[in-house]
């Protein structure tokens, strides 16, 4: 079969896997109801048909909800939605639509991601294990595999560029080289690393546990006691960025996931050590200095539990 047409019935339903994203379980339906066009659902979603992670219109969900027989709520948290209780836009108002609010770039600038990356990056084990995208691997903060303690990867290993990502297909979509088998550092052994990557996997409701952040934020006396997890991951990322400020070099959103994680590492060993230089201000998300505020504002600034002012960032601005 061709493209879609809607009020079609599928032969063959599927159930996401725990974190799949959106666009890889339609593509797993794709596949199981013998349609050829990789952009089959073209007639259904009118917009961002190859990205619906981002999908935010009601009459899109009311057509998902037929099309999978999933509801509206187990539909949303396939999306990025998923992470709006933690991040917030920087300026502007979103689009109607849907109670939560995307967390990536001010809408309709889709292109220009705050939050997450271009493309998903991967843990070359989980994908052997299962060819399916998870939601989390959008997310820069997110840059190793808390199962199997490995960084994340986003390019390939035969073509160079980046991984595209494929659910169900064993290789590149571009190269086809087999991603199973691409080679990633580990972070055995590593406990600043290991703990940091499994914190925001817990922070952004991707892991369960008791977050490392507990032992140190309630602890009496510690001027993070009580820190709410939005402000965690804004302060601890705006910290990050601030690790490769001045060197000339792109955003940190911008830079290789190997670069980031180590700026998130440095970040969460300051967080713990609880001796701050700089302050971030929670009105406006930029680092406040002795001349006045500096430095853009870290991923979601302005978010509306950011009533507190951080002041966790030991290095230079």
């Given at each position: 079969?061709?493209?879609?047409?809607?009020?079609?019935?599928?032969?063959?339903?599927?159930?996401?896997?725990?974190?799949?994203?959106?666009?890889?379980?339609?593509?797993?339906?794709?596949v199981?109801n013998?349609?050829?066009?990789?952009?089959?659902?073209?007639?259904?979603?009118?917009?961002?048909?190859?990205?619906?992670?981002?999908?935010?219109?009601?009459?899109?969900?009311?057509?998902?909800?037929?099309?999978?027989?999933?509801?509206?709520?187990?539909?949303?948290?396939?999306?990025?939605?998923?992470?709006?209780?933690?991040?917030?836009?920087?300026?502007?108002?979103?689009?109607?639509?849907?109670?939560?609010?995307?967390?990536?770039?001010?809408?309709?600038?889709?292109?220009?991601?705050?939050?997450?990356?271009?493309?998903?990056?991967?843990?070359?084990?989980?994908?052997?294990?299962?060819?399916?995208?998870?939601?989390?691997?959008?997310?820069?903060?997110?840059?190793?595999?808390?199962?199997?303690l490995?960084?994340?990867?986003?390019?390939?290993?035969g073509?160079?560029?980046?991984?595209?990502?494929?659910?169900?297909?064993?290789?590149?979509?571009?190269?086809?080289a087999?991603?199973?088998?691409?080679?990633?550092?580990?972070?055995?052994?590593e406990?600043?690393?290991?703990?940091?990557?499994?914190?925001?996997?817990?922070?952004t409701?991707?892991?369960?546990?008791?977050?490392?952040?507990?032992?140190?934020?309630?602890?009496?006396?510690?001027?993070?006691?009580?820190?709410?997890?939005?402000?965690?991951?804004?302060g601890?990322?705006?910290?990050?960025?601030?690790?490769?400020a001045?060197?000339?070099?792109?955003?940190?959103?911008?830079?290789?996931?190997?670069?980031?994680?180590?700026?998130?590492?440095?970040?969460?060993?300051?967080?713990?050590?609880?001796?701050?230089?700089?302050?971030?201000?929670?009105?406006?998300?930029?680092?406040?200095?002795?001349?006045?505020?500096?430095?853009?504002?870290?991923?979601?600034?302005?978010?509306?539990?950011?009533?507190?002012?951080?002041?966790w960032?030991?290095?230079?601005r």
């Amino acid at each position: 079969m061709g493209a879609y047409e809607p009020g079609v019935t599928l032969l063959n339903r599927l159930r996401p896997a725990r974190l799949e994203s959106l666009g890889s379980l339609l593509e797993r339906l794709r596949v199981a109801n013998h349609y050829q066009e990789r952009r089959w659902l073209g007639g259904l979603l009118r917009r961002h048909p190859e990205w619906p992670e981002v999908l935010r219109r009601e009459r899109d969900f009311q057509a998902l909800e037929e099309l999978t027989g999933l509801g509206r709520e187990e539909l949303i948290g396939l999306t990025l939605h998923r992470f709006a209780p933690w991040y917030g836009v920087a300026q502007g108002a979103p689009r109607p639509a849907l109670p939560a609010v995307l967390p990536i770039a001010l809408w309709p600038d889709i292109g220009s991601q705050r939050n997450t990356r271009e493309g998903a990056a991967v843990c070359p084990v989980c994908w052997g294990e299962r060819p399916v995208i998870l939601l989390p691997w959008w997310l820069h903060q997110l840059t190793a595999c808390p199962w199997h303690l490995r960084l994340l990867r986003q390019r390939c290993a035969g073509c160079a560029a980046p991984l595209r990502l494929v659910a169900g297909q064993a290789g590149c979509g571009q190269c086809g080289a087999e991603i199973a088998a691409m080679a990633t550092r580990t972070i055995v052994g590593e406990a600043d690393a290991v703990e940091v990557s499994v914190l925001l996997w817990q922070a952004t409701g991707c892991l369960e546990g008791t977050s490392p952040v507990e032992g140190v934020t309630r602890a009496a006396g510690h001027s993070r006691r009580g820190l709410g997890t939005p402000a965690l991951l804004t302060g601890l990322w705006g910290c990050a960025q601030a690790q490769v400020a001045g060197d000339g070099g792109p955003r940190l959103q911008r830079r290789e996931i190997g670069v980031v994680h180590a700026a998130l590492v440095a970040a969460w060993q300051q967080l713990r050590e609880g001796a701050p230089q700089g302050q971030v201000d929670a009105g406006t998300g930029h680092r406040k200095g002795a001349g006045g505020l500096s430095s853009p504002a870290p991923l979601g600034a302005g978010h509306p539990d950011r009533a507190v002012r951080l002041s966790w960032c030991k290095a230079s601005r």
